[in-house]
């Protein structure tokens, strides 16, 4: 079973990758407080279709070059979509 992680897209700079922050809530093992912990990936993006804001599913696969490992499943929400749906709550 492949790894699959959800997150969201920091950058889109790159040709067919993007680099996509994942927050996992952690509770310090001494004081019980919970805490956000994130992770940086670069994921594989054949189509260019990612682009910054949106939310997306990566999945674990072979090495595709020295950092790249992970590749884009699906897109969960776009950014678009949600300053649509802002914009409708607005009015």
Do not use: Q
Not at 10 to 25: A, G, L, P, Q, R
Not at 40 to 67: L, M, Q, W, Y
């Amino acid at each position: 079973m492949k790894k699959r992680l959800k997150g969201e897209v920091i950058s889109d700079k790159m040709d067919k990758t993007v680099i996509v922050k994942v927050i996992e809530n952690e509770k310090h093992p001494l004081y019980k407080k919970t805490i956000k912990v994130f992770a940086k990936f670069k994921a594989h993006d054949e189509t260019n279709a990612c682009k910054v804001g949106d939310t997306v599913v990566i999945e674990e696969c072979r090495p595709i070059s020295k950092e790249k490992h992970w590749r884009v499943v699906e897109i969960v929400s776009s950014k678009e979509e949600n300053n649509d749906a802002l914009r409708s709550i607005e009015t």
